[in-house]
């Protein structure tokens, strides 16, 4: 979190505007987390059921003309083949490593986990989504700093043991880090 904020505050800064989609471009780390997210933590378990209109193979695997194909979106993810250290949050793995060209997206195309799938029946909104997520967890780095709230210690994230989300309520306390003339009065 420290280290996207550190990135909000190089490409934007703090003193004149909150981060515009124009931004976007520029905010590889941030779209780093936000991918790690979509990785390790997806919102549902499957994708939406497909049927194969013809024989086809996929990684490998022989898939029958009329076979129902599910893909489990936790189980890609989260798969240790693919993925090292399969199951610690590391945006690092989605950098590539070289510096102002390592642009990072949200989609994924070889389906080594689902953000907005692939193909035909892929999100028509790629791109909208990338752009809301993006700038949802920027703005809420870039206008806030998050802590714990009461006397807990940490912001508890621990994972439920028999669904995807969360186990208790996620609780955390925000401080404002802007001037405060650049939040919009509602
Ligand atoms: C972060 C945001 C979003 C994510 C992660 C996401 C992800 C997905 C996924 C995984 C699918 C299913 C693909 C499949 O069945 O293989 C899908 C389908 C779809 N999404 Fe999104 N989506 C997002 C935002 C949006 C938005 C904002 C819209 C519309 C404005 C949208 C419209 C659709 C539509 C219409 C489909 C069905 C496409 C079809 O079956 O032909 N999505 N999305």
């Not at 997806?42 to 695997?61: C, E, K, S």
């Not at 070889?110 to 990338?130: E, H, K, P, Q």
């Amino acid at each position: 979190m420290a280290k996207a904020t550190k990135e909000i505050d190089l490409v934007v800064g703090k003193e004149n505007r909150m981060v515009q989609e124009s931004d976007i471009d520029k905010l590889n780390y941030v779209k780093a987390c936000a991918r790690e997210a979509f990785r390790l933590h997806p919102l549902l378990p499957f994708n939406a059921p497909h049927v194969a209109t013809q024989d086809t193979i996929v990684g490998g695997y022989f898939i029958p003309k009329g076979s129902s194909a599910l893909l489990s979106r936790y189980g890609l993810g989260r798969n240790p083949k693919t993925w090292t250290n399969s199951l610690k949050f590391d945006p690092e793995r989605h950098l590539k490593g070289d510096g102002d060209n390592d642009e990072v997206v949200l989609t994924e195309h070889d389906l080594r986990f689902v953000s907005f799938s692939t193909g035909r029946r892929g999100c028509i909104a790629a791109m909208l989504g990338t752009c809301m997520t993006t700038m949802l967890l920027a703005r809420l780095l870039q206008c806030f700093a998050w802590s714990p709230t009461g006397n807990a210690k940490f912001v508890d994230l621990t994972e439920a043991d028999d669904q995807l989300s969360l186990a208790t309520p996620l609780k955390a306390f925000p401080v404002t880090r802007l001037t405060p003339d650049l939040y919009p009065v509602i």
